[in-house]
């Protein structure tokens, strides 16, 4: 992509999708912005006026082929992020986070779009041994999310053809400061606990270890796959990540960021079974992508972020707290979700899981 291109992004307004689409825009792209808007608008809001930026409000699963006209690329990061949503709704997870996607990837096929990128996620590995996780390594997903990835990987990557090059990036878990910020992921998490409590509490003795990326770093990730020639990464499976560390290991980063006043407890149980450690190797000597943000900067920067704001938390920040919010109090943001089946059907009584302060 040396050239200025028309890219389509859904999940545009998303903690990842708004990064993204700032940097796309920052390279001198066109950008089509899809997003139903259910956590709503602010991960795009200053860019509302931007002269290279259109943005519509609506579910990726009604998307048709005038929507797709003239783009060179299709970048797919919608669906529902949080396990415990999926878990809650294995058959509406579904509908979002596989079926949708394949439909899209099949209407970008149909429209002559040249590229598709799926973004997925390094859960898929599920537990492995201390070996690392290449995309060739066995996949052991445990959760209904890990499987909706798999299932979108295993239908959308067979449909390359000479004209049609589908991409997937499997990321790690992805921290730092945005746009669109969420409190419920699992840095960000342990770094509020240790500001509100001055503690962090771990299951599994803190030592279950997945692969930590910073929102920049997975950024440029995407942004690599996209330059990339496409005989470079069709049909091609590319780990985006950077630190392979445990929770353990994480919280200690955060203590001495904060000067070793804060207390780890850490706690017996086997709850959260994923360990891996994916590599990042693939990506490095064929797109020649190198993470640039350190563990440690990435944790001051939150620290720097979070601690002023500590009493103004919004609810849209942490995905079960918000779900939660819209079922129980039929706030404005219902309206957006009534054709989500996932969210119509979603239990009140796994809202206040999005809040947990114990990690997994």
């Given amino acids: 992509m040396d050239r200025p291109q028309h890219i389509l992004v859904t999940g545009a307004a998303g903690y990842i999708g708004s990064a993204l689409v700032r940097a796309l825009l920052a390279r001198g792209h066109v950008v089509t912005a899809v997003d139903s808007m259910i956590f709503g608008e602010q991960g795009l809001a200053d860019l509302h006026h931007h002269a290279r930026l259109q943005i519509h ?32 709704d294995p058959a509406g997870a579904d509908a979002v986070n596989h079926r949708a996607q394949v439909r899209l990837a099949q209407l970008a096929r149909s429209c002559g779009i040249p590229r598709y990128l799926l973004v997925s996620s390094c859960s898929v590995y599920g537990f492995a041994s201390t070996q690392e ?37 499997r990321l790690g878990l992805v921290h730092g400061h945005g746009s669109r910020m969420r409190l419920d992921l699992m840095v960000h998490a342990m770094v509020l606990s240790a500001l509100r409590l001055r503690q962090i509490t771990l299951d599994n003795q803190g030592l279950q270890c997945r692969g930590h990326v910073h929102l920049s770093d997975a950024v440029s990730g ?21 630190h392979n560390v445990n929770a353990a290991q994480v919280a200690e980063v955060i203590r001495s960021a904060l000067g070793g006043q804060i207390h780890v407890n850490l706690l017996g149980g086997a709850r959260d079974l994923h360990h ?22 990435g944790i001051r920067e939150l620290i720097d972020a979070l601690d002023p704001g500590l009493s103004t938390e919004p609810p849209e920040a942490r995905v079960m707290r918000w779900i939660h919010e819209v079922l129980a109090q039929g706030r404005e943001a219902k309206a957006a979700i009534e054709h989500t089946a996932v969210f119509d059907r979603m239990p009140a009584r796994m809202a206040r899981a999005g809040g947990s302060l114990t990690f997994q």
């Fill in 222 to 242: 995407l942004m690599a796959v996209l330059a990339a020639p496409a005989g470079v990464v069709s049909r091609q499976i590319f780990n985006i990540s950077h």
């Fill in 276 to 297: 891996h450690r994916p590599s990042h190797h693939k990506a490095q000597e064929l797109l020649g992508y190198r993470p640039q943000v350190e563990l440690s900067e």
């Fill in 57 to 88: 409000r609506m579910d990726t699963r009604v998307l048709h082929r005038g929507h797709l006209t003239g783009m060179q690329a299709v970048v797919d990061l919608a669906g529902l992020s949080s396990e415990l949503a999926a878990e809650s």
């Fill in 133 to 169: 996780s290449t995309e060739l390594s066995p996949v052991r997903p445990l959760t209904h999310q890990a499987q909706h990835c798999l299932m979108a990987e295993a239908a959308i990557l067979p449909m390359a053809t000479a004209g049609f090059a589908p991409s997937v990036v």
